[in-house]
């Protein structure tokens, strides 16, 4: 069993950044991700590492959004520079080991 805390969330002006956390409540071996999901869409990939550190990122944020994990401390991070209104949604964590782990989210609001 594995718990996913995020935290970080809340609103931010256009061009604005925010640092997204998410903890685990054991060492995860497995890839992490975020992923988000805006009013009305489908939840979508945002980014993903592995223990070793690969990275993948969607096009949409890519060179505006950093995910990076301490693995020490069992957390994954997600940091988002350069924010949009079209970026405002749930985000949320997530593993997968045996099944799929998803946190329960935490709102990122970008408006003027």
């Known amino acids: 069993q594995v718990q996913l805390v995020e935290s970080g969330g809340g609103l931010v002006q256009p061009g604005g950044s925010l640092r997204l956390s998410c903890a685990a409540s054991?060492?995860?071996?497995?890839?992490m991700g975020w992923y988000r999901q805006a009013p009305g869409k489908e939840r979508e990939l945002v980014a993903t590492?592995?223990?070793?550190?690969?990275?993948t990122t969607a096009t949409s944020v890519k060179g505006r959004f950093t995910i990076s994990r301490d693995n020490a401390k069992n957390t994954v991070y997600l940091q988002m520079n350069s924010l949009k209104p079209e970026d405002t949604a749930i985000y949320y964590c997530?593993?997968?080991?045996?099944?799929?782990?998803w946190g329960k989210g935490t709102l990122v609001t970008v408006s003027s």
């Open positions: 590492i592995t223990y070793g550190g690969s990275i």
């Open positions: 997530h593993t997968h080991y045996l099944i799929d782990y």
């Open positions: 054991r060492t995860i071996f497995s890839t």
